[in-house]
């Protein structure tokens, strides 16, 4: 099986770049030319790759569930996402760097542009970076229970994530279809079975929420980045200057695993996983330290490594109440239309 699903590694690809929102007539077009089923599922992002309201530009805590923004919204934010899942019937095949094509050869026994059919598919233009976007038959999707979500530098998003398609993204000129896999060259292809049944099984158990996909249906979701350290914070917006990569990614990792273990203790969900957050942590390193490429695998296992152990959160229990009981405050602010 062959196409152009998706170029090698470092080749030009990039078509019509869509990185303002005053460009609406690209931007209309691309809308128009979606697949119906993910009209929607989709959601007006900001240049942070964060979820936010339309009307307000505020983060979007409860993403998931949200209503799909009217087609004047999603022409006037600054960027466009896809919620992947159920919602859509995609999965997405995230490839996070020159070292997620090897991951890929291993799982699946071939170059992406042999093993899997051609598909819409889109880049932020960082080296090694794009996404290619499938439909899952609804009598498949079963079989991703349990599946995993994450394999070294590759993702698999499924169900509680979301995909910028296009407009602006925080350290390139935006996002950008790759050539001949624009939606209006190219139909959402079908994952095939076989592929659907190599994605290995999840080895940490449904119960488990940490670094796994977050559950919906609590009451409360509040934006996981609020509840970490501000050093932390800062970390996952613009990443670690070169040679601090391994000290911070443990510290990163045993705030942002914590603060989410604490939350769901209080019964409370996160806009983000903690994976999430780390794999945006990732994503804003230096590609390259000391003229060799970052090793994301071993920052993976830094992160793994803090869901073993259980840490405890950085932050003070009372300054975690605090933020709590604020975040709730303007919870039922919302719910009774005084924002």
């Not at 078509?15 to 030319?33: G, L, W, Y």
């Not at 119960?207 to 609590?218: A, H």
Request: charged share 20%; aromatic share 8%.
């Amino acid at each position: 099986m062959t196409g152009l699903m998706v170029a090698r590694p470092g080749a030009h690809t990039q078509v019509s770049c869509i990185s303002t929102p005053a460009n609406f007539q690209e931007r209309r077009r691309t809308i128009a030319s979606l697949p119906e089923i993910w009209r929607k599922a989709l959601l007006a992002f900001d240049g942070n790759k964060r979820p936010i309201c339309p009307l307000t530009g505020r983060p979007l805590a409860d993403w998931p569930n949200a209503a799909p923004p009217s087609l004047s919204e999603l022409l006037a934010a600054p960027a466009v996402g896809l919620r992947t899942g159920l919602l859509s019937s995609t999965l997405a095949f995230d490839f996070d760097g020159v070292e997620s094509w090897k991951t890929f050869r291993r799982l699946f026994g071939g170059e992406p542009w042999h093993v899997l059919p051609p598909s819409i598919a889109w880049t932020s233009g960082r080296v090694g970076r794009r996404q290619v976007a499938f439909f899952i038959a609804p009598e498949h999707h079963h079989l991703l229970t349990g599946k995993r979500r994450k394999i070294d530098d590759l993702e698999m998003r499924w169900e509680n994530a979301a995909s910028v398609i296009c407009g602006k993204h925080p350290l390139t000129n935006g996002y950008s279809w790759i050539e001949e896999c624009a939606p209006w060259e190219r139909t959402l292809a079908t994952l095939p079975l076989d592929i659907i049944q190599k994605i290995p099984d999840n080895k940490i158990a449904p119960e488990k929420p940490i670094g796994n996909y977050q559950p919906i249906g609590y009451d409360l979701t509040v934006p996981l980045d609020s509840f970490i350290t501000y050093a932390s914070s800062q970390l996952v917006k613009n990443g670690s200057a070169e040679g601090c990569c391994n000290d911070d990614a443990i510290r990163l990792s045993m705030d942002l695993v914590a603060a989410e273990a604490w939350l769901r203790v209080q019964g409370v969900g996160t806009d983000r996983t903690a994976q999430d957050l780390f794999d945006e942590y990732v994503s804003n390193c230096p590609d390259h330290i000391g003229g060799k490429p970052l090793n994301t695998r071993a920052m993976q296992a830094r992160f793994d490594g803090a869901i073993r152990l259980q840490p405890g959160p950085p932050t003070p229990e009372h300054k975690l109440v605090e933020r709590l009981n604020f975040q709730k405050r303007q919870a039922a602010k919302f719910v009774g239309g005084a924002v």
